[in-house]
């Protein structure tokens, strides 16, 4: 069966201390200018030394409600999606790649699963990497990796490398020299 989907993962950031520093920014960065804002329109008490109007305490209000919450929503949004394919890999990170990138099997001198270290080899998880040597991460430190004759590399972050690796040696694209 041509272009037969053999393998596909979807990953999204689940690391907690992330998650408790977004939710606590979101909660803690309007708290301030909530309480001042009850304080001078319900208790009518000036809140600060030099004091917003009403209107103007409201608007920086409603900013700071609203700014901690969007990299809430961008993180949640965001995820790392993997097809293989008999004819390929296909690979994109949600928001900054909308559309999939496609790895022909033909064009690929290299594939094969590695364990890594997204720290010291990327600086981190996410879409990284400068040049010939990319990476597209989201969580622990395995990969597939592909390398193009001329020195292209790219690394896609997997959570599953065993089967990864199965469904490469499958299509005998496991190509490594090690």
Do not use: H
């Not at 296909?90 to 997204?118: A, E, G, H, I, M």
């Amino acid at each position: 069966m041509a272009n037969e989907t053999l393998f596909t993962e979807t990953q999204r950031f689940k690391q907690k201390w992330l998650w408790a520093l977004l939710i606590a920014m979101a909660v803690f960065i309007p708290g301030p200018t909530l309480l001042g804002l009850i304080r001078q329109i319900f208790y009518g008490q000036q809140f600060g030394n030099n004091p917003l109007s009403n209107n103007g305490l409201i608007i920086l209000t409603i900013v700071n409600v609203i700014l901690p919450i969007i990299p809430l929503l961008f993180f949640a949004y965001m995820k790392l999606e993997t097809i293989i394919k008999d004819d390929g890999i296909y690979v994109r990170f949600l928001p900054f790649q909308v559309k999939f990138k496609y790895y022909d099997w033909s064009n690929l001198s290299q594939c094969y699963v590695r364990q890594y270290s997204p720290v010291n080899e990327y600086g981190g998880w996410g879409l990284r990497g400068l040049g010939k040597n990319r990476a597209l991460n989201v969580s622990g430190n395995m990969g597939i990796q592909l390398e193009t004759a001329d020195g292209y590399r790219m690394l896609i972050g997997t959570n599953k490398p065993q089967e990864v690796e199965e469904i490469l040696r499958k299509l005998k694209q496991y190509r490594a020299n090690k």
